[in-house]
Every structure is written in structure tokens, then in C-alpha cells.
């Protein structure tokens, strides 16, 4: 085998490794969530506290949503999530949220008075 014949080979193998290398440290082992916080009549809520839970791991990330009622989590845990949301004059929203590997979850916490 001459030796340019054996570069282009080394050269080849050696683009394989480093491109299967790249593509396994871009896999997705997380997952985001958010949405809109509401009260009852659909308004959005600024500024209210909301706050996800890993129910396996214990995990807390607390955000406000923003001027608009929007909130984002990014890169949570894959699991059952509880995820809550508060503001002044309305009541402690709750509920269980399940998130997979991937997934770009939305969930409209809806406040009450």
C-alpha cells in the first residue's frame, strides 16, 4: 500500500471517530418545559412563582413568569415533575407533570382566587 493511499485511510478513519464522537455527546437526556400562567378568566398572570419539583432526585428550579405570563424551564430531568405556581391574591396551583427524554413539554398552570 503506498503511503498516500495509507493517509487517505487515516484520514478517513480518523473523521469517522471524531464525527461518531460529536454525534455522542449531542444526545438529548433531558427534557424543557413551559407555557403560560393564567388566572381563571384566560388573562395571562406576571410574575408569578413557578417552581418545578423532580419527584426521583428532589431537584427544585423556581422562575417568575415573565411580563407576558411566560415561563421556561430547560433542561430538567426526565420523570414525574411536580410543578407549581403562585402569585399574590390567588391560590397555590399544583399538579404532577411527566416528562420524557427529549420532549418539549407545555403546561398553562391556570391560578384561582
Known amino acids: ?26 444526545q438529548v437526556n433531558s427534557a424543557d418545559l413551559s407555557g403560560h400562567v393564567l388566572d381563571q378568566s384566560g388573562a395571562r398572570v406576571p410574575g408569578a412563582k413557578v417552581t418545578v419539583r423532580n419527584v426521583n432526585t428532589g431537584a427544585t ?3 417568575a413568569s415573565d411580563a407576558e405570563g411566560n415561563y421556561s424551564f430547560i433542561g430538567l430531568a426526565p420523570g414525574t ?21 427529549g ?6 398552570p391556570i391560578l384561582r382566587v
Open 103 to 108: 420532549q418539549s413539554a407545555r403546561a398553562n
Open 81 to 101: 415533575n411536580d410543578l407549581s405556581a403562585e402569585a399574590p391574591g390567588f391560590k397555590l396551583y399544583a399538579e404532577p407533570v411527566v416528562l420524557t427524554v
Open 1 to 26: 500500500m503506498s503511503f498516500r493511499k495509507l493517509s487517505y485511510l487515516l484520514v478517513g478513519v480518523l473523521a469517522f471517530v471524531l464525527a461518531n464522537r460529536v454525534a455522542s455527546c449531542a
Open 61 to 63: 428550579r423556581t422562575t
